[in-house]
């Protein structure tokens, strides 16, 4: 019995016989060198001699756990020739390195004897009654293959049972997209991870490393979810499915994400000034959204041209008398960049003053200032905040500062 790595579990002496403990429940049976090439069945049930023998406490689908086993001078290479659903996961490495080993999980917990397992591994079997029928694998002379049938059996534990799992993992930036964790890329910090069981669910969020913890997690079929923000994208799989049997931590359960590429070629306000300006304004559908802006005049008076030679004519004319005003022109110009897709609101502006902020934020700040302060004049205390945000729309708009 050994970890996904190859390492033999330590053994401990039971009642009867020594047993392997493992910390988790990724459990791995290697073979030994010796074992023949051949088809073998290997049943994983509570421990032999029990009130309840043979139940089986394999959770994953009988056909993977028929084995094609091939010996290359002592070194043991798998497959499963009967599974429909291969997995890079149920391989581990051979004893001490060589070869390849065997996952035994996902388990169910015997309640008489809870996180206490025998598995058996035989090459003559009878599935006529079905994969769980007590006694599939067999050992001595068999009369029906006329010859000595090879079985071998042993007893493992997992933790002690006694307050359920820890389902854990980390949510990984993909520096290479190439949809795996790879080593040295860092951990993502501030992404929702859910444990989904039926209906219910539980949210986490990953630490400042990316790492997420769930713990206590009773016995049951669950699947991990990644929720990642708008600036990022899942490079693997969204959603890993599992199985806790109560008696192990289950850890290992990693996501890949990538920052999502975000269009940031925004066009200056001459551009919107200009005639071919006015027709992407025209074309997108710009001028009835203005009134949401809080668009203010050199007076302080809310504006919302109504055509595009207003419009125009409202960015050319915009003057820093008013602070509000001259802000309001560069809102109005990020605001075309938006809605003509020239700019994601999640890119991100690296100002010397505001720091890095994305668009969005930007935006929200700058009108949420335009709708309380519409006047800004040399002694208004509200006008260097203004104008902050100003020079930071500014840059942004004449594509300088990106980060």
């Keep these: ?34 074992t023949p090439t051949g088809t073998y069945y290997v049943h994983v049930t509570d421990v032999l001699g029990d009130p309840a023998d043979d139940v ?48 035994l999980f996902p388990f169910a917990s015997a309640p008489h004897t809870p996180c206490e397992f025998a598995v058996q591994m035989g090459d003559t079997f009878e599935l006529a009654f079905g994969a769980d029928f007590p006694y599939v ?74 790492n997420y913890s769930f713990t206590n997690v009773p016995a049951g079929s669950y699947s991990v979810e990644v929720v990642v923000s708008s600036a990022y994208l899942v490079t693997a799989a969204g959603s ?17 994400i990538a920052p999502v590429v975000l269009n940031c070629q925004p066009k200056p306000r001459c551009f919107w000034i200009s005639y071919h300006g006015r027709q992407v304004v025209q074309q997108a559908g710009i001028l009835p959204t203005l009134p949401g802006l809080y668009l203010r005049d050199w007076l302080g008076r809310q504006v919302a041209p109504t055509n595009t030679a207003s419009f125009s004519w409202f960015l050319a004319t915009a003057i820093s008398i008013n602070m509000a005003n001259r802000l309001s022109a560069e809102v109005a110009v ?16 690296n100002d010397a003053v505001l ?25 208004s205390p509200q006008r260097a905040g203004q104008m902050a945000l100003k020079n930071a729309l500014e840059n942004a708009n004449n594509n300088r500062r990106w980060r």
Aim: charged share 15%.
């Design 1 to 34: 019995m050994v970890t996904a790595d190859g390492t033999p579990a330590p053994l401990f002496q039971g009642q009867y016989e020594p047993y392997a403990r493992f910390s988790t429940e990724a459990v791995y049976m290697a073979f030994a060198p010796t």
């Design 56 to 103: 089986v406490l394999s959770r994953n689908d009988p056909m993977e756990r028929i084995v094609a086993l091939t010996n290359t001078n002592g070194v043991i290479t798998l497959s499963l020739p009967y599974t429909n659903t291969p997995d890079p996961k149920q391989f581990g490495v051979g004893l001490n390195g060589q070869g390849q080993s065997l996952a």
């Design 137 to 210: 694998v067999r050992s001595g002379y068999s009369t029906v293959f006329d010859r000595c049938a090879v079985q071998s059996y042993g007893l493992f534990q997992v933790q002690n049972g006694g307050g359920g799992s820890t389902v854990a993992g980390r949510v990984v930036l993909d520096d290479n997209r190439n949809g795996a964790v790879d080593s040295g890329e860092t951990g993502v910090g501030g992404q929702q991870v859910r444990l989904v069981s039926g209906s219910t669910s539980t949210t986490l969020t990953t630490d400042s490393a990316g």
């Design 240 to 256: 890993l499915e599992g199985e806790v049997c109560g008696c192990g931590d289950i850890t290992g359960l990693d996501f890949s």
């Design 334 to 349: 990020m605001h075309c960049n938006i809605l003509a897709e020239n700019v994601h609101p999640a890119c991100v502006i």
């Design 355 to 379: 720091g890095q902020i994305t668009v969005a934020e930007l935006m929200g700040r700058a009108i949420a200032s335009l709708a309380t302060h519409p006047l800004t004049t040399w002694n």
